[in-house]
């Protein structure tokens, strides 16, 4: 870092020019014979896209096609430039940084598309009816998520109290209890777990109920086991994780004034975790609500209110929204608008769950200070 | 006899476990051993609810043809579709990777992790929803494109797809939806790339794409392989996007951009099980299992890999 010749110069691979002048390209000892400023860098590539940008507007190929171009000819002006003037290693390093950019912008592409989308036509039907009324006797207008509302909440609720004490539980034997085989097999069957694809899961769960009720079995409770199968190993995964970063100084002084080991891990060990434990359990959460294809095989639709997740079939509003925007229905503009509605509402109650996860991890985070 | 008496004593030497102690402790190994159960139930209800469909007359079975030539299309459409997403999803991935651990602004950069991260957050029928309405029409003309100008590479032979619902559509959501999995691993392994070994690279004079590559990316190839094969296992269980994006006529072809395209086995379920009954839906439990393999499969190896890279990191530092 002390080899940047200039105070002027912000980071050593943009040093000023003048200094560098005095050398002739290609036998400076250091290589660096003639650099670009980081603002000709920049100028070289927007004059790039700007040629690329007026090409595509000119053979008339629309926004997404001129953009390209604009990125490819940016690119391409920026790497000749630079290995005209720098070399063929720096000329590298520039064309995978603009790669790497371009790849970035790339990704950001679907998200801010997909968030417009669902909120410009979810917008439509965001209004206090739809969370107050079923689909009960509903043929075209109106309606609403009511009941696949409620059904979400009880269904998710349930699916916590299940996973959160056989998660925890599970997450203490492996950082507190567990040893040798038993710790390495669950070890690795919560990996496995991990990785059951959801349909699976609802498969495991229809077939299980279905013992109990007979064929065809469609119930609420039925849903919360399949998401459980889905909720669990994240939740032993984020509480392992929380639980190995406890000090172990606060377990053995515990033990040593004399504190059975139960106790201090009730005690010691969860509340000082506890931050940890909330965060991993709201995201565990937000994983499981939105999920679809168990529920569909599970708990079905109905269109009327059933908040007896033990008595026949549920609505619940990724389901809802499935059904109205494949099956709208004559004609189809109220039932798709239903569907973009319960889309938002999904992404809503997803992103407010995260946003809870991280005001948790913050606000109750074990103070450091003295 | 001496050593089986010695035994008892040595077992009462810590009269202080309390009750509670061994009710806890208990309850904490009842947890860990249910997920064993759990884990060997679903194993077992899937076998045994298939073994119907594994007897029954080829006549009764969907397709009609027996139960192998039901499943192996759909199994292949279910590869199909995830292996476009890794190949689109994995560059990609690895880049954002890179962008966030050593491109971008200091500053922004926890900020720009956290906003990829908010990709894994969208439920997948949002997903769906998207594909079908937004991105499906949108890529018609570019299917045009190609089925015009690259028809002679078999994989974008056409006819062009009107809709737009083909395998590659489905690809791209798909890729879209393992990105962040890939990218988070990515990041992971990256950040712990010995820092020393970046600054040497750094001191001897390397570009930094050269630092990338000499001290950041042998490291952590096992940690992107991993990674890209968590997304995979992701990629071959996801249903709803697929089945509402993909337009499906069953079949195999290689055809990624026209109109008749093979069925995944997950979107497959997902789509005919609200209306199937007796053996259907043995049979398509039979497809579950299959796909319940394959994802065990990919997963137990993609965790093999990135755990060796992890013991390997143990041993350095």
């Known amino acids: ?370 | 006899m001496t050593t089986t008496r010695s035994a008892p004593p040595r077992a009462r030497r810590q009269p202080a476990r309390q009750r509670g102690d061994r009710i806890f402790a208990g309850s904490a190994r009842a947890a860990g051993l249910l997920i064993v159960v759990v884990l060997a139930g679903v194993a077992a209800f899937l076998v045994w609810k298939s073994l119907p469909a594994f007897g029954a007359p080829a006549a009764q079975l969907p397709a009609g043809k027996g139960l192998w030539s039901y499943i192996g299309p759909l199994a292949f459409g279910s590869v199909l579709a995830a292996v476009i997403a890794l190949v689109i999803a994995t560059p990609l991935g690895v880049a954002i990777a890179l962008f966030v651990n050593f491109y971008a602004p200091r500053r922004l950069a926890r900020a720009l992790g956290y906003v990829v991260d908010l990709l894994a957050a969208i439920p997948s029928i949002v997903y769906g929803f998207w594909g079908i309405v937004a991105l499906a029409p949108a890529l018609v003309p570019f299917y045009g494109w190609l089925a015009d100008h690259l028809g002679f590479i078999p994989l974008f032979a056409g006819p062009a797809s009107a809709t737009g619902r083909t395998m590659l559509t489905t690809g791209i959501v798909l890729a879209v939806m393992i990105l962040p999995i890939i990218s988070a691993i990515s990041r992971e392994v990256f950040a712990q790339s010995p820092q020393l070994h970046r600054e040497a690279a750094l001191a001897l004079g390397a570009t930094r794409w050269e630092m990338i590559r000499l001290a950041v990316l042998p490291y952590g190839r096992s940690g992107i392989i991993g990674g890209a094969m968590l997304g995979l296992g992701r990629a071959l269980g996801e249903t709803l996007a697929v089945a509402l994006v993909l337009s499906i006529s069953g079949g195999v072809t290689f055809n990624l951009i026209s109109n008749s395209n093979p069925g995944t086995i997950a979107a497959n379920i997902a789509l005919q099980f609200p209306e199937s009954s007796g053996i259907q839906i043995n049979a398509l439990i039979a497809s579950g299992l299959v796909l319940f393999v394959i994802t065990l499969a990919v997963n137990v190896l993609a965790r093999w890999i990135v755990n060796r890279r992890s013991d390997f990191a143990g041993a350095n530092g």
């Open chain 1, 1 to 370: 870092m002390s080899a940047a010749p200039t105070p002027t110069a912000p980071t050593p691979t943009v040093s000023a020019p003048p200094p560098a002048s005095r050398q002739p390209a290609g036998t400076s000892p250091i290589g660096r014979a003639r650099t670009l400023s980081r603002a000709a860098a920049i100028g070289t590539f927007a004059a790039g896209a700007a040629v690329g940008a007026l090409l595509g507007w000119a053979t008339r190929s629309g926004v997404v096609l001129a953009v390209t171009y604009g990125v490819v000819l940016g690119t391409v002006a920026l790497y000749g430039v630079s290995r005209a003037l720098e070399g063929r290693r720096r000329a590298t390093d520039r064309l995978v940084t603009s790669l790497v950019y371009s790849a970035f912008a790339l990704a950001m592409i679907p998200l801010v598309w997909l968030l417009e989308a669902v909120i410009r036509q979810g917008l439509a039907r965001l209004d206090a009816q739809f969370f107050t009324e079923s689909l009960f006797a509903v043929v075209n207008k109106g309606g609403g998520a009511y009941h696949a509302i409620m059904g979400t909440l009880i269904i998710t609720g349930l699916t916590t109290l299940i996973s959160v004490p056989i998660g925890l539980l599970t997450a203490i034997y492996l950082v507190e209890y567990g040893h040798g085989r038993l710790r390495q097999a669950i070890n690795l069957l919560v990996d496995v777990m991990t990785g059951i694809p959801s349909i699976v899961a609802g498969l495991f769960a229809y077939a299980l109920f279905e013992i109990f009720f007979g064929p065809g079995v469609r119930l609420g409770i039925a849903g919360a086991v399949a998401l459980s199968v889905l909720m669990i190993p994240v939740v032993v995964r984020a509480a392992e994780e929380v639980l190995k970063l406890v000090p172990n100084e606060l377990r053995e002084a515990s033990y040593a004034l004399g504190v059975p080991k139960w106790r201090t891990i009730l005690k010691v060990v969860v509340p000082t975790a506890v931050a940890g434990l909330g965060t991993g359990i709201t995201l565990a959460i937000a994983r499981v609500v939105g999920e679809t294809a168990p529920l569909l095989v599970t708990v079905g639709i109905t269109a009327v209110t059933n908040l007896n997740p033990f008595d026949g079939r549920m609505a619940t509003l990724p389901v809802f929204a499935y059904y109205q925007l494949t099956r709208p229905g004559v004609p189809p503009q109220y039932a798709t608008d239903r569907a973009w509605t319960a889309a938002l509402l999904l992404i809503v109650l997803v992103m407010a769950l995260n946003v809870v996860a991280r005001l948790i991890s913050r606000l109750f985070a074990p103070k450091t200070g003295r």
